[in-house]
């Protein structure tokens, strides 16, 4: 087997207006006044610290993570996730081409990367030479609703 490779962005771009960040300004604001107001100062300042990072990360753009599949494992940047660590994976195809991948992580043990749709078969075929079994994943309902929402 020859390894496969391809790169994607860490996570969709998407594009924010002053209205967004106005709108994630007023309802911070409007929180942590009616936090002060009941006298939690603690959770309005975590208010506070939660608007100001997450005005950051919408500022943020994606980087581009090179991804690897060789004969020892799925490789993203430089951390090796081994077959025999991998539980399943699913390729999904349709309007958007992802490959979810199980492993034994205990903090978010699902991977979801972004691939091409000339890449899905070949993919697909590696993983099942490698004896990782199939089992169909789907995109989390929370992702939806964020992506409704901008995030």
Request: overall charge negative; proline content about 5%; glycine content about 4%.
């Given at each position: 087997?020859?390894?496969?490779?391809?790169?994607?962005?860490?996570?969709?771009?998407?594009?924010?207006?002053?209205?967004?960040?106005l709108?994630?300004?007023?309802?911070?604001?409007?929180?942590?006044?009616?936090?002060?107001?009941?006298?939690?100062?603690?959770?309005?300042?975590?208010?506070?610290?939660?608007?100001?990072?997450?005005?950051?990360?919408?500022?943020?753009?994606?980087?581009?993570?090179?991804?690897?599949?060789?004969?020892?494992?799925?490789?993203?940047?430089?951390?090796?996730?081994?077959?025999?660590?991998?539980?399943?994976?699913?390729?999904?195809?349709?309007?958007?081409?992802?490959?979810?991948?199980?492993?034994?992580?205990?903090?978010?043990?699902?991977?979801?990367?972004?691939?091409?749709?000339?890449?899905?078969?070949?993919?697909?075929a590696?993983?099942?030479?490698?004896?990782?079994?199939?089992?169909?994943?789907?995109?989390?309902?929370?992702?939806?609703?964020?992506?409704?929402?901008?995030?």
């Amino acid at each position: 087997m020859e390894k496969l490779e391809w790169s994607a962005l860490e996570y969709e771009e998407r594009e924010r207006g002053n209205d967004w960040f106005l709108a994630l300004g007023i309802i911070v604001a409007a929180s942590s006044v009616a936090a002060t107001i009941y006298s939690n100062y603690f959770f309005a300042t975590l208010l506070v610290l939660s608007g100001l990072l997450l005005g950051s990360f919408a500022i943020k753009k994606p980087e581009i993570i090179p991804y690897e599949l060789n004969p020892r494992g799925l490789k993203i940047r430089t951390l090796l996730y081994p077959y025999k660590n991998i539980k399943s994976f699913w390729v999904q195809t349709g309007t958007k081409f992802i490959l979810f991948v199980k492993t034994e992580r205990f903090f978010m043990p699902i991977i979801s990367i972004s691939i091409d749709n000339n890449l899905a078969e070949d993919i697909h075929a590696i993983m099942l030479a490698q004896n990782v079994p199939e089992e169909e994943m789907k995109e989390h309902p929370s992702l939806k609703i964020m992506e409704s929402l901008g995030f």
